[in-house]
């Protein structure tokens, strides 16, 4: 699954104004609302799954990235939206380092395969420290889009 195909650019967060987890998780819900990915009458009800999805376990992955994600019934098919954050937001990571860019993925119930396919590439990806360096300077929806589009095109970039 390529990026293109779940990333709502028009959900692009350049610059979060959340200071903690939550606030970060809300805002890009409430992008994904604005977009028309989420039903309006879901928005609340979503970013309160994530965010009990993360207290189970943080996304916080380490290397200045988490990936909050949820698989939730008000969503027909997998979305992401991307935000970023100049000052760093505490998400009890791996290396207990700030996050500076959150991807967050919400999937349908019942399409788990779709779900993990999305995951798989946002991993493979952050693996990549070129990518991840890249992906902390996107500073709007274009290059943000521009670099995902180049990675879908060079998956070895």
Known sequence: ???EEFVCFE??????QARDRDGAITELVAA?????????ESGKEVAKAVIKRENEASTGMGKGVAVPHVKHPAVQTVVAAV????TGIDFASLDEQPVYSVILLVSPVGNPDKHLQA??????????????KFLRQCRD?????????????NPSW
């Open 83 to 86: 935000g970023h954050s100049a």
């Open 11 to 16: 959900a692009t967060i350049p610059q979060l």
């Open 1 to 3: 699954m390529k990026f």
């Open 32 to 40: 994904l609302l604005h977009a028309g990915k989420i039903p309006a």
């Open 119 to 132: 995951m798989e590439n946002i991993f493979r990806h952050l693996q990549k420290e070129r990518f991840r």
């Open 141 to 153: 929806s274009n290059a943000l889009e521009d670099l995902l589009r180049e990675a879908d095109e």
